[in-house]
Antibody, heavy 128, light 107 residues
Framework: QVTLKESGPVLVKPTETLTLTCSVS??????????VSWIRQSPGEALEWLAH???????SYNTSLRSRLTLSKDTSKSQVVLSMTDMDPVDTGTYFC????????????????????WGKGTTVTVSS | YELRQPPSVSVSPGQTARITCSGD??????VCWYQQKPGQAPVMVMS???QRPSGVPERFSGSSSGTEVTLTITGVQAEDEAAYFC????????????FGGGTKLTV
């Protein structure tokens, strides 16, 4: 059974850097077409995609947060690490990591993502 | 790139709930749907517009027409009360994941 688990600090101060780790099991970070996404959710709000990284080490970042985000992966440890700099109280929320799959629709000629397994999430509060 | 969902849908038990997701490029892109109950992580309930993952009840179905995709729950049960989010892919330039604003289904 594929699982993902987020870990990291519960509380960070404004201007600090948040570092979150996603530990995955029952699938490999080297599997073609598979990767790990980070998604966050402020209390009572919508889901917001942050970034993802694939087996090829290809990374994509949310345009509005790109300057603050860095993704890396350690294949041997089955871990993906997300760093977010200059944290602000508006960044308070639940951060999820999830498995993302990329596929290609030949008939339509387009790539598409689906997120099939989610971690339980970790709550982060930004406060002094 | 934006995916638009109604903020809320309300139905009585046993009725049919329809939740829509609209976006300019959905005529040429797939949508996934996720169900999220309070305090829990989202769970995929539909992929590629109309494919139901293993374990999802048959009362959940999906359809697509032009730039609008619909998640239909036939014979809604109390346990279906949750927030539902659609998700698609922005293929302009670097590919991104995009979520809709979510729809709160009240049963």
């Amino acid at each position: 059974q594929v699982t993902l688990k987020e870990s990291g600090p519960v509380l960070v101060k404004p201007t600090e850097t948040l570092t979150l780790t996603c530990s995955v099991s029952e699938f490999s970070l080297t599997n073609a077409g598979m990767g790990v996404s980070w998604i966050r959710q402020s209390p009572g709000e919508a889901l917001e995609w942050l970034a993802h990284i694939f087996s090829t080490d290809q990374k994509s970042y949310n345009t509005s947060l790109r300057s603050r985000l860095t993704l890396s992966k350690d294949t041997s440890k089955s871990q993906v690490v997300l760093s977010m700099t200059d944290m602000d109280p508006v960044d308070t929320g639940t951060y999820f990591c999830a498995r993302v799959i990329i596929e290609y629709n030949r008939e339509g000629g387009f790539f598409y993502y689906s997120i099939d397994v989610w971690g339980k999430g970790t709550t982060v509060t930004v406060s002094s | 790139y934006e995916l638009r969902q109604p903020p809320s849908v309300s139905v009585s038990p046993g009725q049919t709930a329809r939740i829509t997701c609209s976006g300019d490029t959905l005529a040429k892109q797939y949508v996934c749907w996720y169900q999220q109950k309070p305090g829990q992580a989202p769970v995929m309930v539909m992929s590629k517009d109309s494919q139901r993952p293993s374990g999802v009840p048959e009362r959940f179905s999906g359809s697509s027409s032009g730039t609008e995709v619909t998640l239909t729950i036939t014979g809604v049960q109390a346990e279906d009360e949750a927030a539902y989010f659609c998700q698609s892919t922005d293929n302009t330039g670097t590919r991104y994941v995009v979520f809709g604003g979510g729809t709160k289904l009240t049963v």
